[in-house]
């Protein structure tokens, strides 16, 4: 009787996806293709800075040996509940590498200022390179981040973002679903006072 709620709780606020929603993700990785053809399937992946990578949810061994070879010790999801990061921080752990979760929710609901720059400031912050981030297909939420990055600390326009998020594999087909995401995109041009403050050294 309560797993039907719970379904509706988890599709509205995007911890799972519906079943129309699952696209084929293409690989938009900056770094050379040989780097991830060793097995590993990480989709979207793709060096955002200097020691900070992103891309899809790694699943199988052969994904965390990649993120291993990169020297990656930390890994945030990006969830809407951290419960969810549970089985992810057990398997990471037999590679050396620990999970922060990250709250984010990808609905029609913006997500929680105070969650995004907690986010951002852990990428931000050297003592975790390099770290790796992600959502489950490395394409809605990872690519907010990711936007957000670049325009705070890379040099980004606003203007561009809109154009970075297409190239990156951004779900714009499903505009409502999606529509808190790219809202916070819009209404966020500038990091808040304190974000630049972030370890970058």
Request: proline share 7%.
């Amino acid at each position: 009787m309560m797993m039907k709620p719970l379904v509706t709780t988890l599709l509205l606020f995007g911890g799972i996806s519906a079943p129309a929603q699952v696209l084929q993700a293409i690989d938009t990785s900056d770094l050379p293709h040989e780097l991830t053809a060793a097995g590993a399937k990480l989709k979207h992946f793709a060096q955002l800075d200097d020691g900070v990578y992103k891309g899809s949810a790694p699943r199988s061994d052969a994904d965390y040996q990649f993120l291993q070879s990169l020297h990656v010790k930390y890994i945030v999801d990006l969830q809407v509940l951290p419960f969810m990061s549970f089985f992810e921080r057990r398997k990471a752990k037999r590679y050396g590498i620990t999970v922060i979760s990250g709250i984010m929710n990808a609905s029609p609901i913006s997500p929680s200022e105070k969650h995004v720059d907690k986010v951002l400031a852990t990428l931000r912050d050297v003592r975790y390179h390099p770290i790796y981030f992600h959502c489950r297909f490395g394409r809605d939420r990872t690519n907010v981040i990711a936007a957000l990055y670049k325009m705070y600390f890379l040099g980004m326009s606003p203007q561009e973002a809109p154009q970075y998020l297409r190239d990156s594999g951004y779900g714009y087909k499903y505009g409502w679903l999606r529509s808190g995401l790219t809202r916070y995109v819009r209404r966020h041009p500038t990091p808040p006072p304190g974000l630049l403050s972030a370890q970058a050294e």
